[in-house]
């Protein structure tokens, strides 16, 4: 059972042999597609929705629910032109024995407006021989008559060295505020969409958002995870774990390569809302200088981790002679050589400061740890496809998760047990989906901290958590002290990215917009990626799957909205 929302789900436990026709099956159960019934499902089965039918997102729970969404949302949609993809039948399997078939499939709705769509299946045997659906989910594609949302071809036209400039207009169709991979990404959709949009930056440089932080830092999942949209932007010439330049550099190439409309060093001051016009008045600073500029849709794409430093206080600080930073303010350790470090905190930046400090030559390197971290290895896969992994939906993609990092953790315990030995509190067997989208990180991808942490190079402070501070350190409830020369809160962010709202458009809109990013009752993440509580503004950021995979949907939902037939919402609770 996942614990990530407030209905029972959970992986299917009867064996499916190697040697069933997942394609006969299949074929069997097309059939049935245009005319589902409840028994059609499993009791404990779900189905997500990626605004095909429900114009938002939306997971439901329980065959009963499910037949009575599907029944009155297929309805109101019209649904028809239902096809098999007869190349998709598989068995699926899980190291603990779950298996399912998957199965994909085509559809069309023809109210207004008018999609194309698709859906996966996952098929599971019953105790009575019959087969039925175990997971279920739908996903929006294009708007019929409409652009392709996930087709752009870079732009061929070179001027003096440059792409095509871009008109000055002072109305778009939308803007966007922020300019990294959240911010790119719809803009590269919205192009492909033919809405005219601008992308608001206070950056210098695109890829500024990275280039900028501190030297060491590097993403730590897998290249083919990290691309933009409609081309693999980092080839193989790049390395498997993608420093902060490589990423600045990648995107200031597909940036320029696509031609994307991209105002830097612009900051918004303020906007307003005219609900009788429905325009958006923006003030704005853009090189110094004041500017006005108008638009029917907003994308606040203020990224995965927010831009507001997290920093516990302790008492006393005054009395500490040493230096005290936040990570935003790091850059390196080279002028601490033969210092003490500290960094409070042992999540992924925290890694990457002490790993920094150590070969910077530090004295000695401490991490204080504060609770449980997971830690996993960084070989896990990254290169499944978005709409396998994006789509479905977080309680059962939480199971299927821990099914494999926890087949991993058996498999390697003297990694684990060497950790702990060092005195790492792990949190062995939890969930990374929780810390992803309940926590909002807390975890550790490993690529080289934790041989550090086993080897003594990095010591572990996690007995106790730190009182206040000393002339010389900190002081710990255990009655301890932790000599230290400079301290670095490697403590994380808010990410709630209300406050931007708040503070750019005001407490009335930031009070309708509501909070961003932890799940809802059904897994859903709050406020991200669809309809908030404002008619004509969405938020947009989160992980770089996330990030790239939703921009294309937060775009199809701005293309209808524009043309005056908006994604109709599905309103029924359960």
């Known amino acids: 059972m996942s614990t990530l929302v407030e209905f029972p789900c959970s992986l299917p436990t009867l064996p499916i042999s190697p040697e069933t026709d997942a394609s006969t099956i299949a074929a069997a159960f097309a059939q049935q597609l245009a005319f589902l019934e409840e028994d059609h499902f499993v009791r404990g089965a779900v189905w997500r929705d990626i605004f095909a039918l429900t114009g938002t997102l939306r997971t439901f729970y329980s065959a009963s629910s499910i037949f009575t969404a599907w029944q009155e949302t297929t309805k109101r949609a019209k649904t028809g032109s239902f096809v098999l993809d007869q190349s998709s039948p598989h068995i699926m399997s899980l190291p603990q024995g779950s298996s399912w078939i998957e199965i994909r499939f085509s559809f069309e709705t023809n109210a207004v407006p008018q999609t194309t769509c698709t859906g996966i299946m996952n098929l599971i045997p019953g105790s009575d021989g019959k ?267 939480d199971l299927i998760s821990q099914a494999i990092l926890h087949d991993s953790a058996r498999k390697e315990p003297e990694r684990f047990d060497a950790l702990e030995r060092a005195g790492f509190k792990l949190d062995r067997w939890g969930s990374i989906q929780k810390y992803l989208y309940a926590r909002g990180g807390g975890h550790y991808v490993d690529v080289g901290g934790s041989d550090m942490i086993s080897k003594g190079m990095i010591k572990i402070k996690s007995n106790a958590v730190p009182t206040g501070y000393v002339e010389n350190g900190l002081a710990f409830s255990d009655g301890t002290q932790l000599k230290a020369d400079v301290i670095v809160f490697a403590t994380g962010f808010d990410g709630n990215m209300r406050y931007i709202v708040q503070e750019i458009f005001g407490d009335e809109v930031a009070t309708s917009m509501g909070d961003y990013w932890g799940l809802d009752r059904e897994g859903e993440l709050n406020g991200a990626f669809k309809p908030g509580g404002h008619p004509a503004m969405w938020y947009h950021g989160g992980m770089i799957g996330l990030s790239r995979f939703y921009s294309r949907f937060i775009a199809l939902q701005v293309k209808a909205r524009l043309l005056k037939t908006p994604l109709l919402i599905y309103e029924r609770k359960f």
């Open 131 to 397: 087969w039925r659906i175990w997971v279920f989910r739908s996903i929006l594609e294009q708007l019929k008559s409409e652009n392709n949302v996930d087709v752009l071809e870079p732009t061929s036209k070179i001027v003096n060295g440059l792409t095509d400039e871009h008109q000055e207009l002072s109305h778009f169709d939308c803007v966007i505020i922020g300019g990294g991979m959240a911010g790119l990404s719809t803009a590269g959709r919205m192009k492909a969409l033919g809405i005219s949009y601008v992308v608001l930056d206070k950056m210098q440089k695109i890829g500024d958002n990275w280039k900028t932080r501190y030297s060491s830092a590097k993403l730590h999942t897998g290249r083919e995870y990290s691309h933009l949209p409609f081309e693999r932007t980092f080839t193989p010439q790049y390395q498997e774990f993608l420093s902060k330049d490589d990423l600045a550099e990648g995107y200031q190439t597909w940036a320029s390569r696509f031609d994307i409309n991209i105002w830097l060093e612009t900051t918004p001051i303020s906007g307003k809302w005219n609900s009788e016009k429905e325009t958006w008045t923006l003030e704005l600073l853009r090189h110094g200088k004041n500017q006005t500029i108008s638009c029917s849709n907003i994308v606040v794409a203020g990224g995965a981790g927010g831009q507001v430093p997290k920093m516990p206080i302790y008492l006393n600080k005054e009395s500490f002679r040493g230096i005290i930073l936040h990570s935003a303010d790091y850059k390196d350790a080279s002028q601490w050589k033969g210092k003490h470090g500290v960094v409070i905190g042992t999540a992924n930046t925290a890694h990457d400061v002490a790993v920094d400090m150590v070969e910077s030559g530090l004295s000695s390197v401490t991490m204080v740890q504060r609770s449980k971290t997971l830690s996993y290895n960084a070989t896990t896969p990254t290169t499944t496809a978005d709409r396998t992994t994006q789509t479905q939906p977080v309680a059962i993609l």
